[in-house]
């Protein structure tokens, strides 16, 4: 039996390639992570542009971005089948984006600013777009390469796990650093924010170099995979959709989720300064959901070893839910932040669950993909699954600025009125919560391996057929 296959087989991954692997997500999160929480107060009160320019941008930026995800992933198969590179299908993509995303981070927090008028708008719309096209550069072979480094089930845990602590290191990271040094350049915010991003950037370069000189790409050149390159047509993607009702809950899950998180991201500045005054107790809330997140990546494989990993998020998703609504029904009452943060701490300890451990589920529907067309097209399934991901982040985004905007919300305003202050807290913790339930539902619903469909899957590993 192909040892790829078996849960047991001796892992050849090293320390060092398990660490490589997690500087991939530290050095893409440096500058995501800030982008999700600091681009949007950057657009409006630094460079000036409207709340309905930002709202129509983000739309029309995001989607075409998600479109682009399975699009690239097809291309990276298809460059690998014509070119049989001996560097691999994956690595050399990554190499190349690396300090593009240098370049354009930078440029998306000063170009703008630096332009008048309708230029504002211009400049800030191009140089997103070109950050963007770089991430998706970087990130969708990155994603597809754990497929190409892990032989065996055993070795797939490993880097979901390691590449769970990156991001947890890349979000930490930028969101410490970067309130504080805003939060101390008042006198000079533009200063401020190019300094941060900067900053940031740079540590996100030289980890992303870091993730493509020690991860080791397996399999580059083999028979097998040029076969499956040669074979990929970008029709498949529909196929997927059509047939495997695993990857549809999955993919539900990933808007869900990502509508929630980007909506909790964007808005989180408004409600710690606005609501409840204290700007710099946004890295404190950041150490604290990392530390939630960290308790849960110790704690989730155990408990999905007892009652299965898709019941182990169901579950985490529902006790997520409750502490949410806990914490609407005490931030009603108070604007105490000590109270706010623990609870939103606790909560995230559960909901982000969803995120974490949906690479192994999205290993899992690989597999099932494979058992249904006979085809195993990691860097196509994964560019998909990152289209409804994208989607959700760009809705989020939105929808945080779109319905911040409703609520009569006044840029640079000294004090906000009661009712602003009350919309806030509503689409900070209920909407989310609202958006963690229909995770739970696609999950409970639609997502449709069953232990019989398991054993199937691994007697097509183990015969072939």
């Avoid at 691999?88 to 600013?113: D, E, H, N, Q």
Wanted: with cysteine.
């Amino acid at each position: 039996m192909d040892d790829r296959s078996s849960a047991g087989g001796a892992s050849r991954l090293t320390v060092k390639h398990l660490v490589g692997y997690a500087c991939g997500d530290l050095g893409g999160c440096m500058t995501f992570a800030i982008l999700g929480s600091f681009l949007t107060p950057y657009y409006t009160e630094i460079a000036g542009i409207s709340m309905r320019a930002v709202t129509i941008m983000y739309l029309i930026l995001k989607i075409w971005d998600a479109v682009n995800d399975p699009m690239m992933g097809a291309l990276m198969d298809k460059v690998f089948a014509r070119t049989h590179s001996k560097k691999g299908k994956f690595l050399p993509w990554m190499f190349r984006a690396a300090p593009l995303l240098f370049i354009t981070s930078v440029a998306m927090y000063t170009a703008p600013s630096l332009a008048s008028g309708g230029g504002r708008v211009a400049a800030a719309f191009i140089t997103y777009l070109l950050y963007e096209a770089s991430y998706t550069m970087f990130n969708i072979p990155y994603g597809s390469l754990l497929s190409a480094m892990a032989d065996n089930d055993a070795e797939r845990a490993k880097l979901s796990s390691a590449r769970g602590f990156g991001s947890i290191i890349g979000t930490l990271i930028p969101m410490v650093l970067f309130p504080v040094i805003i939060d101390n350049t008042k006198n000079n915010p533009q200063g401020g924010y190019a300094a941060g991003v900067t900053l940031c950037a740079a540590i996100g370069l030289a980890a992303c170099l870091l993730c493509c000189r020690w991860s080791k790409e397996r399999g580059a050149g083999t028979a097998e995979l040029q076969k499956d390159s040669g074979e990929i047509r970008l029709s498949d993607i529909l196929v997927v959709v059509r047939k495997n009702r695993a990857f549809d809950a999955l993919c539900i899950q990933g808007l869900c989720y990502c509508i929630s998180q980007y909506m909790v991201n964007t808005l989180g500045i408004y409600m710690f300064r606005d609501v409840l005054g204290s700007l710099s107790m946004m890295s404190v809330m950041t150490v604290l959901m990392v530390a939630a997140n960290v308790v849960a990546l110790l704690i989730a494989p155990k408990t999905a070893e007892k009652i299965g990993l898709e019941k182990t998020v169901r579950l985490a998703q529902l006790i997520g839910i409750a502490l949410m609504l806990l914490d609407f029904i005490v931030a009603v009452f108070s604007a105490d932040v000590i109270a706010y943060m623990a609870l939103t701490a606790l909560a995230s300890c559960f909901t982000g669950l969803t995120v974490l451990m949906q690479w192994g589920m999205v290993g899992e529907a690989i597999d099932y993909n494979e058992l249904l067309t006979g085809k195993r097209t990691e860097g196509s399934i994964y560019g998909t699954f990152n289209l409804m991901r994208r989607i959700g982040q760009a809705l989020g985004s939105a929808l945080a600025v779109g319905l911040l905007g409703m609520t009569g919300y006044v840029p640079n305003a000294q004090a906000q009125t009661p009712g602003v202050i009350f919309g806030i807290k509503i689409l900070v913790i209920l909407v989310p919560a609202a958006f963690v339930f229909l995770c739970w539902i696609a999950l409970k619903f639609i997502w449709n391996i069953t232990p019989q469909i398991r054993r199937e899957i691994a007697e097509y590993k183990e015969n072939g057929v």
